[in-house]
């Protein structure tokens, strides 16, 4: 197995919608043994610490939950993806899924650096593709993908020089998506994966297809791993729990999967709370899902009691 230089962020964003507690997510998988389980696989792993948003003059919106904050988060993890990418694998620990406006986009202008495409693995129940302008809850954590792939509304955030198509962006395990937000994506041709199509075909059949088209572009992969991705019957520290989602069998094989691509560049693990987690479960499961990711085999990983 090819060993990595990972970098562990720190994200502690809670800005991104009014219910609070993904500020805890990065200690949380501190706790539950992320680097520990990243260094037994004989990666070297460095905590590079938590970022802290940029400050900024902006003032609050009427209807945007924490515009400042949020424009001052993704100015912040824009750099910090931009500084860590060149030196490993940057993993960044969330966090609430706006995070992903800055890792994202920070991760594109590495991928321009390196004269390569960047593609986006977007793991998720909600395809975030609202704008500022079309939110109707204004939290800004169904807004990133908008952002990134160059959508307009975004007028208060550091514009983007180096969007990402929306052709190169995956989904994978969408089940709840507003019809506005299916159809903009369907027209611009993102791969839409939704819960229903993976029950009749599987959840490997469309991820294989997306990594083919990154491989044959030469291009560099972004995974965004949302908590909500999961069933909440086995991940419940997520304040967006949606019936229905993908199981711990088909999870791990997507990591795996990934893993066997040899693609992946940086990775984002979102929307953990703690508040709402049960003795640890969903965070010990969020750090066996990265640790499948970087090379963990089904036969190595260990039996937890809870």
Not at 112 to 127: C, E, G, K
Request: negative net charge; charged residues 20%; glycine residues 8%.
């Amino acid at each position: 197995m090819t060993t990595e230089n990972i970098i562990l962020v720190g994200a502690p964003m809670d800005a991104g919608k009014r219910r609070q507690g993904c500020r805890m997510g990065p200690d949380a998988y501190r706790v539950a043994g992320l680097k520990t389980a990243l260094t037994d696989l004989g990666h070297s792993v460095l905590d590079a610490g938590d970022v802290r948003p940029d400050q900024t003059d902006l003032a609050e919106h009427a209807h945007l939950f924490a515009l400042p904050e949020c424009v001052g988060w993704t100015k912040a993890l824009q750099r910090a993806a931009l500084e860590t990418a060149p030196k490993g694998v940057p993993i960044f620990m969330g966090g609430d899924h706006a995070l992903s406006m800055g890792t994202v986009s920070g991760m594109a202008l590495h991928a321009q650096q390196l004269n390569r495409p960047l593609f986006v693995l977007w793991l998720d129940a909600h395809s975030d593709f609202h704008t500022p302008d079309s939110t109707d809850s204004g939290n800004l954590h169904g807004t990133p993908v908008a952002y990134f792939t160059g959508q307009s509304g975004f007028d208060a955030f550091p514009k983007i020089t180096t969007p990402v198509p929306t052709d190169r962006v995956g989904m994978i395990g969408l089940r709840s998506v507003d019809p506005a937000e299916r159809a903009r994506l369907e027209q611009d041709r993102a791969m839409l994966a939704d819960m229903r199509s993976i029950d009749e075909h599987g959840i490997k059949a469309p991820l294989m297809a997306f990594l083919d088209r990154v491989r044959a572009a030469n291009g560099l992969l972004h995974v965004s791993l949302d908590v909500d991705f999961l069933d909440p019957s086995i991940a419940p520290a997520v304040g967006t729990t949606v019936p229905g989602g993908a199981t711990e069998r088909e999870a791990h094989l997507v990591m795996e999967l990934l893993h066997e691509s040899g693609l992946v560049c940086s990775l984002d693990l979102v929307e953990l709370n703690p508040f709402l987690d049960e003795r640890g479960r969903t965070a010990k499961l969020m750090v066996d899902l990265a640790a499948s990711l970087m090379g963990r085999r089904i036969f190595d990983r260990p039996t937890r009691s809870f």
